[in-house]
T-cell receptor, first 110, second 115 residues
Framework: QKEVEQNSGPLSVPEGAIASLNCTYS??????FFWYRQYSGKSPELIMF????GDKEDGRFTAQLNKASQYVSLLIRDSQPSDSATYLC??????????FGKGTRLSVIA | DAGVTQSPTHLIKTRGQQVTLRCSPI?????VSWYQQVLGQGPQFIFQ???????GRGNFPDRFSARQFPNYSSELNVNALLLGDSALYLC??????????????FGEGSWLTVV
């Protein structure tokens, strides 16, 4: 059973701080990892993906992958109130459909 | 270019009824996947269709069925609705059979409430 685990939160951070979102997954193998942002009442929006161990940066977002420890994280620097949303971690094992975690609700306090 | 379009956007059904949800993929895309997202949970895979053939099925009861038409649009049918079927139903399209997170595009979803 392939599973993706996330702390449901809510995670509250002050404006301008770094938000750190974590995700663990079961079952080693060939995986791809994705972070989606989902505003209330909207569909998920892809913000980052990572395939290899290490860090990948895109603007204020950094994805970190550690396959040995089976975790992937998302850092959001200089958090803004507009970043308040639910962040979904998702994993592809090969070409199998995405398996999503439950999501972490982030609240950025102005 | 139009993105993935889904209809209806919102609907309310009574327990035991049947519902049909519709999805039009991005022009040129030949694969459609359906996901169910219950409140407070992540999306869960239901079906994938590619070139009008079922390519994958998630862990859902037989009350759930789907099909893809020659124009690559798709319908998701749910029979004998239960309260637990209340959810956001997401359709995602992709160009080929790949269903990687960076190759699929989600529609805005259909909100189903079962009362």
């Amino acid at each position: 059973q392939k599973e993706v685990e996330q702390n449901s939160g809510p995670l509250s951070v002050p404006e301008g701080a770094i938000a750190s979102l974590n995700c663990t997954y079961s079952d080693r193998g060939s995986q791809s990892f994705f972070w989606y942002r989902q505003y209330s009442g909207k569909s998920p929006e892809l913000i980052m993906f990572i395939y290899s161990n290490g860090d990948k940066e895109d603007g204020r977002f950094t994805a970190q992958l550690n396959k040995a420890s089976q975790y992937v994280s998302l850092l959001i620097r200089d958090s803004q109130p507009s970043d308040s949303a639910t962040y979904l971690c998702a994993v592809n094992w090969g070409n199998t459909p995405l398996v999503f975690g439950k999501g972490t609700r982030l609240s950025v306090i102005a | 270019d139009a993105g993935v379009t889904q209809s209806p956007t919102h609907l309310i059904k009574t327990r035991g009824q049947q519902v049909t949800l519709r999805c039009s993929p991005i022009s040129g895309h030949k694969s459609v996947s359906w996901y169910q997202q219950v409140l407070g949970q992540g999306p869960q895979f239901i079906f994938q269709y590619y070139e009008k053939e079922e390519r994958g099925r998630g862990n859902f009861p037989d009350r759930f069925s789907a099909r893809q038409f020659p124009n690559y649009s798709s319908e998701l049918n749910v029979n004998a609705l239960l309260l637990g079927d209340s959810a956001l139903y997401l359709c995602a399209s992709s160009l080929g059979s790949q269903v990687s997170g960076n190759t699929i595009y989600f529609g805005e979803g259909s909100w189903l409430t079962v009362v």
